[in-house]
């Protein structure tokens, strides 16, 4: 049985950080695209981070580039981490790990395990 395991999230201020992390377990594939998608209260789901476990290539959304961080932990290719700084109340959503999804496509359809979400607040 798959598992998806999110921790992090919480409140920050306008320019602060954040850390989330996704774990990912009971998959047989070895390699796979994994990340972050979210979802603000009247708004579609959008695509944030995405990568291979391999760590070979990342993927942002256009409204997160430069500022948040992908990235895989070295010691378990099926843990990753988001790192988000100077966040913007924009940011504020309900955050989503995505597993064994599709690389170079924001497209939900192509998410085959969801993780069970969790909520970032930014304040200005």
């Known amino acids: 049985q798959v598992e998806v395991a999110e921790s992090g999230g919480g409140s920050v201020q306008a320019g602060g950080s954040l850390r989330l992390s996704c774990e990912i377990t009971?998959?047989?594939?070895?390699?796979?695209?994994m990340g972050w998608f979210r979802q603000a209260p009247g708004k579609e789901r959008e695509g944030v981070a995405a990568?291979?476990?391999?760590?070979?290539?990342?993927?942002y959304g256009n409204s997160v580039e430069g500022r948040f961080t992908i990235y895989v932990d070295n010691a378990n290719k099926n843990k990753a981490f988001l790192q988000m700084n100077n966040m913007e109340p924009e940011d504020t959503a309900m955050y989503y790990c995505?597993?064994?999804?599709?690389?170079?496509?924001?497209?939900?359809?192509?998410?085959?395990?969801w993780g069970q979400g969790t909520q970032v607040t930014v304040s200005s």
């Open positions: 009971g998959l047989a594939k070895r390699t796979i695209c």
């Open positions: 990568l291979f476990n391999s760590g070979a290539e990342t993927f």
């Open positions: 995505a597993a064994d999804m599709k690389c170079g496509s924001w497209y939900t359809a192509y998410v085959r395990y």
